[in-house]
Nanobody
Framework: QLQLVESGGGLVQPGGSLRLSCTAS????????IAWFRQAPGKEREGVSI????????YYAEAVEGRFTISRDNAKNTVYLEMNSLKPEDTAVYYC??????????????WGQGTQVTVSS
């Protein structure tokens, strides 16, 4: 089983930055991607960024392209989401997930508990 724990959320002003962390523990070989999803109140959970753990390719939703960066530190079993130029519409609970890849939440079997990001002045 794989366990994922997110951290790094908080309150930030518009235009500010935050770095989220997702640390994995346990072992499983049945996933090929780590992704960040987010869910705002009253909205569907949406994919933000994906990293293919086999080839390292990264993918971003159009809404965050150029502002967010996904990266990993294999020695720490941690994936990061660096978020810059934050906007109020980025406010959501952010989740990391491990699974087959793609933008569909159902394709991910392992989920963290989520961390709140609030962008407000």
């Amino acid at each position: 089983q794989l366990q994922l724990v997110e951290s790094g959320g908080g309150l930030v002003q518009p235009g500010g930055s935050l770095r989220l962390s997702c640390t994995a523990s346990g072992f499983t070989s049945d996933y090929y991607a780590i992704a960040w999803f987010r869910q705002a109140p009253g909205k569907e959970r949406e994919g933000v960024s994906i990293m293919n753990i086999i080839d390292g390719n990264t993918y971003y939703a159009e809404a965050v392209e150029g502002r967010f960066t996904i990266s990993r530190d294999n020695a720490k079993n941690t994936v990061y989401l660096e978020m810059n130029s934050l906007k109020p519409e980025d406010t959501a609970v952010y989740y990391c997930a491990a699974g087959l890849g793609g933008w569909v939440a159902d394709w991910y079997s392992y989920w963290g508990q989520g961390t709140q990001v609030t962008v407000s002045s």
